[in-house]
């Protein structure tokens, strides 16, 4: 009976690999369109632009604190029922958007819905389940894969969100964008593959309940700086995804150009994100991730201190493009690692709390220093500050099994 | 190592195959966007690679209109024209196609636009 079961065709890893990484492109993909509905519905309903942004601030933080119970959901009942379920609750949230016509309402569909649609079917679970799937030695590439995949939705989806606001309207195109979401329905299916090394990794595995994982994970000094480390990747991620575009309109680069500054940092990002995970397989993680805070906050000096001009723009962006995720499949490799593959989505999310706990800071912070400076350069700065703290915290983390999870 | 070989292979062609369905939903959107002989207003317009500036400028002029900013690539322009029957006159004096602004970067927008020029251009064409 489970012969018969691993040899049907959509269990295949080939599939099961392609299947989660479609999942990552829709997930990643509509949610970095969602930046383009601003200003239609904030004109629209006659908002100002603070409505649009707390729903969007408020679906960053209920992802981060979703992120970890969903993870909790899918090692308990396994990531293609979390990834059906987080589907049909991201296609709702998607949907109301565009009858959300109170602030009330836009606040729960486009921030509560949305968000904790992202968290339940985010690649972050996808990448939990490849985990479980595909042998040791391949999962750094694996992971690689999925954040790529994940960053080449962002990519794609940017114009194709546009064209559908410029051709059907910004209501249809979040009825299209709800209607592509429900797509990882069916993907999950393949997620449902019974862990064909399922001896093999309850070998690796520590027998010990999820509440004394957490607990034992929580108390881990290594788990701890690796969480303190991925604060400082949201933090710098999420200012220069808000912040960098008004930073170079305000140096004299053209609007295009600055806009275009993202899209040109996702380009990169699939290919930084690719690299680290073949890197990840090869040499120390956290070496490697030491390495990539290092060089972020380098790229960034030598941006402040030389003029900005379009050429400037385009090498920093490429440069920050390469490095942009390629902490994610490192840091999903360590946590596995310290901790097995049994709790890894639960686990995962706590670092991912601190990621987008980050964020919320880097956003936050950033208009706020402007406000008070009129300009942005404190947050530049204190971004290096924290890449040079996060590459120092890295540096101590014991890249082996945490005691409480030895086999 | 053969194992390895696979594993980018996959990779590969997973990127490959998202390209390729997202060129497909490109080309729909960058279709819709083409303009009609009497359009007039701001538009893309699209000339072949390797014609001059001069000759881009003096196209837009016996057009009737004017330019309003260039993009990386130098055979693609935004440019405006109030009389009716512009993007006619755009393409009648040697332009390959006149877009509706397209919602992404001029420069991306006028690769597409120009391979959506070149496919209509195919389809037109008489015995």
């Known amino acids: ?407 | 190592m053969a194992g390895r070989t696979a594993d980018h292979r996959l990779a590969l062609k997973l990127a490959l195959s998202v390209l390729v369905v997202w060129l497909i939903g490109m080309a729909i959107l960058v279709r819709s966007a083409a303009l009609g002989p009497d359009a007039s207003g701001k538009m893309l317009a699209v000339f072949e690679p390797g014609t001059s500036q001069d000759a881009i400028f003096s196209t837009l002029v016996a057009a009737g209109g004017k330019p309003i900013r260039n993009t990386w690539l130098p055979f693609v322009w935004v440019v405006a024209g109030d009389g009716a029957g512009f993007a006619g006159r755009l393409k009648e004096h040697g332009a390959v196609g006149a877009y509706g602004e397209l919602p992404f970067a001029p420069s991306v927008a006028g690769c597409l636009a120009y391979a959506d020029a070149k496919v209509a251009e195919l389809f037109t064409l008489r015995p």
């Open chain 1, 1 to 407: 009976m489970a012969a018969a079961l691993q040899r049907r065709w959509f269990f295949a890893p080939g599939i099961i690999i392609t299947a989660g990484c479609i999942i990552s492109i829709i997930s990643f993909g509509v949610r970095s369109s969602m930046g383009l509905f601003t200003h239609p519905i904030s004109e629209a309903y006659q908002w100002n632009r603070e409505v649009y942004g707390l729903a969007m601030a408020i679906q960053n933080l209920v992802w981060g604190i979703m992120q970890p119970i969903a993870g909790a959901m899918a090692d308990r009942f396994g990531p293609a029922k979390v990834v059906a379920t987080g589907a049909v609750i991201y296609a709702l949230g998607t949907a109301l958007m565009s009858f959300a016509d109170t602030p009330a309402l836009m606040y729960l569909a486009g921030g509560v819905l949305v968000g904790a649609g992202i968290a339940t079917a985010s690649f972050s679970i996808v990448m939990a389940a490849f985990g479980r799937l595909v042998p040791p030695e391949k999962r750094s590439w694996v992971f690689g894969l999925a954040t790529s995949a994940g960053s080449l939705g962002q990519f794609i989806f940017a114009p194709l969100g546009q064209g559908f606001i410029a051709a059907f309207g910004w209501q249809n195109a979040l009825f299209l964008m709800a209607a592509i979401t429900l797509l990882m329905i069916p993907l999950a299916l393949p997620l449902t593959a019974p862990v064909a090394r399922e001896q093999a990794t309850a070998k690796e595995n520590a027998q010990i309940g999820m509440r004394e994982a957490v607990r034992s994970a929580l108390g881990h000094p290594s788990f701890v700086l690796l969480v303190l480390g991925f604060f400082v990747c949201g933090f710098q991620l999420a200012f220069v995804t808000i912040h960098l575009p008004a930073y170079l309109v305000e140096h004299g680069i053209s609007e295009w150009l600055a806009a275009s500054a993202i899209a040109i940092v996702g380009i990169f990002n699939v290919i930084g994100s690719y690299c680290a995970g073949i890197i990840g397989g090869k040499y120390r993680k956290r070496i490697s991730l030491a390495m990539i805070y290092l060089l972020r906050s380098l790229f960034v000096i030598l941006f402040l201190m030389t003029p900005v001009t379009p050429l400037s723009t385009v090498v920093f962006t490429a440069s920050m493009g390469l490095l942009w995720l390629s902490t994610v499949p490192l840091t999903m490799g360590l946590v596995m690692v310290m901790f097995g593959t049994r709790y890894i989505a639960t686990l995962y999310g706590f670092v991912f709390l601190s990621h987008q706990v980050g964020s919320f800071f880097g956003v936050w912070l950033g208009g706020k220093f402007h406000d008070l400076y009129g300009s942005y350069d404190p947050v530049w700065w204190m971004g290096v500050a924290l890449g040079l703290f996060a590459a120092l915290v890295h540096w101590p983390i014991r890249e082996e099994r945490a005691p409480a999870f030895a086999v």
